[in-house]
């Protein structure tokens, strides 16, 4: 849609053809926990949250956060800094109205849209369609390819085009889920106390990857904000290990030394009111420390001080990938030139999640998706 809105209608008739009923499903789906459409931090920050960040680099130096933010303005779209520092639709302003802004955007630009055509592959390099159980064969001079990745199969993203591309010899890594909840192992004793509680203001680390924030136990194991900025890493031991090990930081604000004088300053009270009233430990918390002592070691302050800084957990499965909020894998980034041009396919583009990077939850997916989106239509408009 950003591309299409982008492209210069004087240079070229447009035409997006949409698998659904409608436009922007999954932009919908997104919206309904709090549409967050991109983050307000600085672009130097900002370019760190991506994986590999040399390749998203060029495209949010293009079109940055910023960028996109006067662009929601232009059409109608005012939007506001949380105490998140994310960027949302001001107050009232709901995601099928933003959609609707871009879809007027497009009508603008004189975009014909063809609703209910899934791609089904080349014909002697005519693109093939199929739409209410017909197969549609059209020709085009430029081709511009968003085919999403597999999560979220509601939407229509399933992931089901990469046979297509293997057959032109381009290579597609195996989709793996992202932004997702991991399994842990727990106890069924513990679960009845600790699903569906969160761990709020916490460090969360594993390998080298650390990350502030808070996240959510359930049934499964363990999702939120704070495990989804480590999902490369946690990804990466799993797939070689079967396993990863997550480390939390109970409280980041005080250091070791600092809970270890409250322990020793405690006078007459108990191992668990320090936690509670000196430490400020929630019960869920304090729920984990036992889990991961036994009696003896529970109350001994110099173990239990440890632990407060650094408490494992073991993660040892992925959620199922249609649940996860996105997905890595697809086209390798090698196939395609700075420009997200085929290099096997010349005046074949590819962008969005159906190429291989990654990024967490909190507007980075969809900002890096817009201004590929803006990118490539300022190249084409270049380019004729």
């Known amino acids: 849609m950003m591309l299409a809105c982008s492209l210069d209608a004087s240079k070229f008739n447009i035409s997006i053809y949409e698998k659904n009923a409608g436009l922007g499903r999954k932009f919908l789906v997104a919206g309904k926990g709090g549409f967050n459409l991109t983050h307000s931090e600085n672009l130097e920050q900002f370019v760190e949250r991506y994986h590999p960040k040399q390749f998203i680099e060029p495209f949010l130096n293009h079109f940055p956060n910023a960028d996109f933010r006067d662009w929601?303005?232009?059409?109608?779209?005012?939007?506001?800094?949380?105490?998140?520092?994310?960027?949302?639709?001001?107050?009232?302003?709901?995601?099928?109205?933003?959609?609707?802004?871009?879809?007027?955007?497009?009508?603008?630009?004189?975009?014909?849209?063809?609703?209910?055509?899934?791609?089904?592959?080349?014909?002697?390099?005519?693109?093939?369609?199929?739409?209410?159980?017909?197969?549609?064969?059209?020709?085009?001079?430029?081709?511009?390819?968003?085919?999403?990745?597999?999560?979220?199969?509601?939407?229509?993203?399933?992931?089901?085009?990469?046979?297509?591309?293997?057959?032109?010899?381009?290579?597609?890594?195996?989709?793996?889920?992202?932004?997702?909840?991991?399994?842990?192992?727990?106890?069924?004793?513990?679960?009845?106390?600790?699903?569906?509680?969160?761990?709020?203001?916490?460090?969360?680390?594993?390998?080298?990857?650390?990350?502030?924030?808070?996240?959510?136990?359930?049934?499964?194991?363990?999702?939120?904000?704070?495990?989804?900025?480590?999902?490369?890493?946690?990804?990466?031991?799993?797939?070689?290990?079967?396993?990863?090990?997550?480390?939390?930081?109970?409280?980041?604000?005080?250091?070791?030394?600092?809970?270890?004088?409250?322990?020793?300053?405690?006078?007459?009270?108990?191992?668990?009111?320090?936690?509670?009233?000196?430490?400020?430990?929630?019960?869920?918390?304090?729920?984990?420390?036992?889990?991961?002592?036994?009696?003896?070691?529970y109350n001994q302050p110099e173990i239990i001080s440890e632990l407060i800084k650094k408490i494992p957990l073991i993660l040892t499965d992925f959620a199922p990938i249609d649940d996860a909020i996105s997905t890595v894998g697809g086209i390798s980034l090698e196939e395609v030139n700075e420009n997200l041009e085929l290099k096997k396919l010349p005046n074949h583009y590819c962008m969005g999640e159906m190429l291989d990077w990654d990024a967490p939850t909190g507007g980075y997916l969809l900002q890096a998706c817009f201004s590929m989106g803006k990118f490539v239509a300022d190249k084409l408009n270049q380019k004729l």
């Open 72 to 297: 929601l303005s232009s059409i109608g779209i005012e939007t506001y800094i949380g105490t998140s520092k994310r960027v949302f639709p001001v107050k009232g302003i709901k995601p099928i109205e933003v959609l609707n802004a871009i879809e007027s955007m497009l009508k603008k630009n004189n975009v014909s849209i063809y609703y209910n055509h899934e791609w089904k592959g080349w014909s002697n390099n005519n693109l093939l369609f199929s739409n209410n159980g017909e197969i549609k064969i059209i020709k085009s001079d430029l081709v511009v390819f968003a085919l999403g990745g597999a999560s979220w199969k509601v939407t229509g993203s399933v992931g089901d085009w990469t046979s297509y591309f293997e057959e032109k010899g381009i290579q597609i890594n195996p989709f793996y889920p992202s932004n997702c909840a991991y399994k842990i192992n727990w106890n069924q004793e513990l679960v009845k106390h600790i699903s569906g509680h969160a761990l709020k203001n916490c460090k969360f680390s594993c390998g080298n990857m650390h990350k502030k924030g808070e996240a959510v136990l359930t049934d499964f194991g363990i999702e939120g904000s704070g495990i989804y900025g480590l999902s490369k890493e946690i990804r990466k031991q799993i797939i070689c290990d079967e396993k990863a090990e997550l480390f939390i930081d109970f409280k980041p604000e005080l250091s070791l030394q600092e809970i270890q004088n409250r322990f020793e300053n405690r006078g007459k009270l108990s191992i668990k009111d320090v936690l509670e009233k000196k430490i400020n430990l929630s019960a869920v918390q304090i729920q984990l420390l036992k889990y991961q002592t036994s009696k003896e070691e």
